[in-house]
């Protein structure tokens, strides 16, 4: 198994280092997109900020993509495309919201996968953000 590259390393170390101030109910889910998730999938080697100006069609990352379910328009924080098709949607919480215990995360990003109109039963594939737990399992 390769080594995950050195900036996650640092990003969690930020985390730990900072913990209560993260996971205080004043930071919000902004701060970790732009903070942590944006910077943990560029260094995976996805184009997040369209570095790369590719047209709409191609971009690697969608920012709250747009999918219906029910007939009503939603928007996945992240959907994660190859090649134009989606692949997965990543769902941004912020780190005081509790995602193993709380159903309504889970629930949410099961709706806009098994709703993704790209596939025929939904994509296979998608995360509530990873906070620094699952970071420290990837590293």
Same mark, same amino acid.
């Given at each position: ?8 390393? $640092? ?18 889910? $902004? ?109």
């Amino acid at each position: 198994m390769s080594q995950a590259p050195p900036i996650v390393a $640092t990003l969690i170390d930020r985390f730990e280092q900072n913990r209560d101030s993260y996971k205080s109910q004043s930071y919000n889910e $902004t701060q970790v997109r732009r903070e942590f998730l944006d910077p943990f999938f560029e260094a995976l080697g996805w184009d997040v900020a369209n570095k790369q100006g590719h047209a709409e069609a191609y971009k690697d990352v969608i920012h709250e993509d747009a999918i219906k379910i029910g007939g009503n328009t939603k928007a996945p924080d992240y959907c994660f495309r190859i090649g134009g098709a989606r692949k997965f949607f990543l769902e941004a919480k912020k780190p005081a919201v509790n995602v193993k215990d709380e159903i309504p995360p889970a629930y949410q990003l099961r709706r806009y996968a098994w709703s993704c109109p790209d596939q025929r039963r939904g994509l296979s594939l998608s995360q509530v953000s990873p906070h620094a737990s699952l970071c420290r399992r990837l590293s």
